[in-house]
C-alpha cells in the first residue's frame, strides 16, 4: 500500500488549524435562550442546540462548534454578545 506523504500532510496541518468553541455553563441563561442563541449564531438544529445546552449543564461545559479559528471567531463574538460564557480553544 503506497501512503502519499503529501496528502499526510496537509491533513496534519488542516486538523491542527482546528479549533473548537466552549460553552461553559452559568447560572443567568435559560435552557431555551441557550438553545436560541446557538440555533442563530452556529447554524445548529434545534435537536443539536438542545443537546448541547443538556451537555453544558450537566458536564459544565461543551464543544459546540469545530472549524478554522477565522471562522469561529464571530461566531464565538456573538455568543459572548449574548451572554454566554464561550471561549476558542
Known amino acids: 500500500m503506497e501512503v502519499d506523504v503529501e496528502e499526510l500532510v496537509e491533513e496534519k496541518i488542516k486538523t491542527e488549524k482546528q479549533k473548537s468553541i466552549i460553552v461553559y455553563n452559568d447560572d443567568v441563561n435559560t435552557f431555551d435562550w441557550v438553545i436560541?442563541?446557538?440555533?442563530?449564531?452556529?447554524?445548529?438544529?434545534?435537536?443539536?442546540?438542545?443537546q448541547c445546552a443538556w451537555i453544558i449543564h450537566y458536564k459544565g461545559k461543551c464543544q459546540v462548534k469545530?472549524?478554522?479559528?477565522?471562522?469561529?471567531?464571530?461566531?464565538?463574538e456573538a455568543l459572548q454578545e449574548n451572554g454566554l460564557r464561550a471561549k476558542i480553544e
Open 36 to 50: 436560541e442563541v446557538f440555533m442563530k449564531y452556529l447554524g445548529h438544529t434545534e435537536e443539536q442546540a438542545t
Open 66 to 76: 469545530v472549524g478554522e479559528y477565522d471562522t469561529l471567531k464571530p461566531m464565538c
